[in-house]
């Protein structure tokens, strides 16, 4: 069985982390992985010194901490590109700390799509689906979190590990039940400490984004928690 991370961070481009890609891969490696797919964070952190940048440049840093990982992981891990969002468009009254992983990224989508943080939940996700990407509800049960409409939503993230939040992973996983809808299992890794504790176990070694399309929406594979 191979061992697939779905969800974590590192500090070249995820203000929040604290974690160089260097280490990210070490730590990963030492843990058993074969894979992650880097789930940096696309929100006002990551901009906040470089806002008044074109998008262009600021999809160029976004990528440059997935290249980080690929010139650390070499050739005999994979790593692929997500990503994980937050919305603040114009006019909303207040920050939603809502977050939103969305799987099978390429540069070329993070480049021409533009500033997604813009964007409603409708637009992001047509977005995705036009590309025939899939979006997931991270940590959708976690304090403060604004429950939306499920129609929007290919799955769900029932077991988040970061170890510094309570996400009521139980709850997220009969919501999903409820739903119908594909579930992920994420480390949110952050730091250097933090475990390597979550993520899929697939029968197939998944080393592009067709490849874990394809086994998500297939649903051929075991959660890690």
Sequence with gaps: MYRLELHCHNSEVSACSSCPAETLIQRYRAAGYHGIVSTNHINRGTYQRMEDTPWQEKAEHFIRGWEALKAAAGSDFDVLLGCEINL??????????????????????????????????????????????????AHPFRHNTVMMNPDLFDGYEVYNGNPRHNSHNDLADA?????????????????????????????????????????????????IR
């Design 88 to 137: 603040t468009p114009e006019g909303w009254p207040a920050y939603i700390p809502n977050d939103y992983l969305i799987y099978g990224v390429t540069p070329d989508w993070i480049i021409s799509t533009g500033d997604m943080r813009k964007m409603k939940m409708e637009e992001l996700t047509q977005a995705a689906h036009d590309a025939g990407l899939l979006v997931v509800h």
């Design 175 to 223: 919501w999903a039940d409820l739903q119908h809808k594909i579930k992920t299992s994420g480390s949110d890794f952050h730091q250097p400490d933090d475990p390597p504790c979550a993520g899929i176990l697939t029968r197939e070694r998944i080393r592009d984004n067709e490849t874990l399309l394809r086994g998500l929406r297939s649903g051929d594979y075991e959660l």
